[in-house]
């Protein structure tokens, strides 16, 4: 009877109302649309974008215009800030926060639970009121136009560290760690031998997060780089439009360059990164 009973439930599931295949289909069209019409600006002209009606075709412009983002700005190397910039932030979130994510959820110290709620209501803060007292503290360190001054700030979140928390919690039994104390292992070795291997997945969909927020990240980097050398590649975007006239077609050509190595990342992380959400969403 049970495995009957669970045939038909199993069934009942099976049979998705049409309407929902209909609503997933507008939702992928409204998420994918504005990539296809950057793509199709960039593959023609500007004047592509004030045609009425519009044209929903590519051109065969796109490597003009990809040749004129690499002639007018150094793209290339605002790439290569971008990656190393995001690379680091993804890999020191996915890691710094789940140390601090250990610590408030096994480790025992005074004031344990009055600091989390600190960082807790640090997510409250908008993030631009950040940006004078930030910049001066670049200024002090003498980081202004470098990209530590981009990287060290970036290195751990609330957001990480309280997701962390939480996984880590819910995940990492009390009595496995109790148990390597026993055996002699200290705070360290627990945390990288034991609890980190538990929990990679949601740190690696945290990093993966840091790394794509970095990536698009405008305002600081807007603010702190001086020197074309040490753009990134949205601050190079910004440097392709001059003060009077905006060139969309040239601008979306460096928009969709900027957004291809993101979109080769998800084709090879794609399944990995809905697998570690999807893990943490079920063990929280």
Not at 46 to 52: D, F, I, L, R
Not at 157 to 176: C, K, N, P
Not at 208 to 237: H, M
Not at 240 to 266: E, W
Request: proline share 5%.
């Amino acid at each position: 009877m049970t495995t009957v009973g669970q045939s038909v439930r199993h069934r009942k599931l099976d049979r998705v109302p049409w309407w929902v295949y209909v609503l997933l289909a507008v939702a992928v069209l409204v998420a994918v649309f504005p990539l296809y019409w950057m793509f199709v600006v960039a593959s023609n002209d500007s004047a592509t974008a004030y045609k009425m009606p519009p044209r929903l075709t590519p051109g065969g412009n796109l490597f003009h215009l990809a040749g004129l983002v690499f002639s007018t700005v150094p793209f290339i190397r605002s790439l290569i800030n971008s990656a190393i910039v995001a690379v680091a932030i993804g890999v020191g979130q996915g890691v710094l926060c789940a140390l601090a994510g250990f610590a408030f959820a096994k480790l025992r110290f005074p004031g344990r639970n009055t600091l989390f709620l600190i960082v807790v209501l640090t997510m409250t803060v908008p993030t631009q009121l950040a940006v004078i007292p930030q910049y001066m503290i670049m200024s002090k360190l003498g980081w202004v136009d470098t990209l530590q001054a981009l990287i060290v700030p970036g290195l751990a979140s609330a957001f990480g560290i309280f997701w962390m928390r939480q996984h880590i919690a819910s995940t990492v039994s009390d009595e496995l760690l109790q148990a390597a104390r026993i055996d002699g292992a200290g705070s360290w070795q627990i945390f990288w031998q034991i609890a980190f291997p538990l929990v990679r997945p949601a740190a690696f969909v945290l990093g993966l997060l840091g790394f794509v927020t970095s990536w698009n990240d405008f305002l600081w980097p807007f603010i702190i780089l001086k020197s074309p050398e040490k753009y990134t590649a949205q601050i190079a975007i910004k440097a392709l439009q001059n003060s009077y006239v905006v060139d969309l077609g040239l601008a979306m050509a460096g928009s969709f360059l900027a957004t291809v190595p993101l979109l080769v990342l998800f084709a090879f992380v794609g399944r990995r990164l809905v697998t570690g959400i999807m893990d943490g969403a079920f063990k929280g």
